[in-house]
């Protein structure tokens, strides 16, 4: 049974920054493409970053580019989320995802999904 779990979210302030952790289980992780998503409050599900199975290929939304770094540990099958100089408009429940297809679109859409953890971000 594959699941995703996520943690490290909470509340932080302007520019502050926090490391998303999500802990995969249930199937062959290291053989899988990996993402982050997001969800702010009356919006739309949003694409943050993907990972391919390396962590040689990796592709960002320009809404984050510059300030998240996505990477990932095959021998722990978890995958991170760094995010800097984190402003208002990131507050969202962050979600991770798992696909066996590696794709560089905001389009993408995983099979698999995490339950989510929440960031706010406010003053």
């Known amino acids: 049974q594959v699941q995703l779990v996520e943690s490290g979210g909470g509340l932080v302030q302007p520019g502050g920054s926090l490391r998303l952790s999500c802990a995969a289980s249930?199937?062959?992780?290291?053989?899988?493409?990996m993402g982050w998503f997001r969800r702010a409050p009356g919006k739309e599900r949003e694409f943050v970053s993907a990972?391919?199975?390396?962590?040689?290929?990796?592709y960002y939304a320009d809404s984050v580019k510059g300030r998240f770094t996505i990477s990932r540990d095959n021998a722990k099958n978890t995958l991170y989320l760094q995010m800097n100089s984190l402003k208002f408009e990131d507050t969202a429940v962050y979600y991770c995802?798992?696909?066996?297809?590696?794709?560089?679109?905001?389009?993408?859409?995983?099979?698999?999904w995490g339950q989510g953890t929440q960031v706010t971000v406010s003053s």
């Open positions: 249930g199937f062959s992780f290291a053989i899988y493409a």
């Open positions: 990972i391919s199975w390396t962590g040689g290929r990796k």
């Open positions: 995802a798992a696909d066996p297809q590696y794709q560089a679109s905001a389009d993408w859409y995983p099979n698999y």
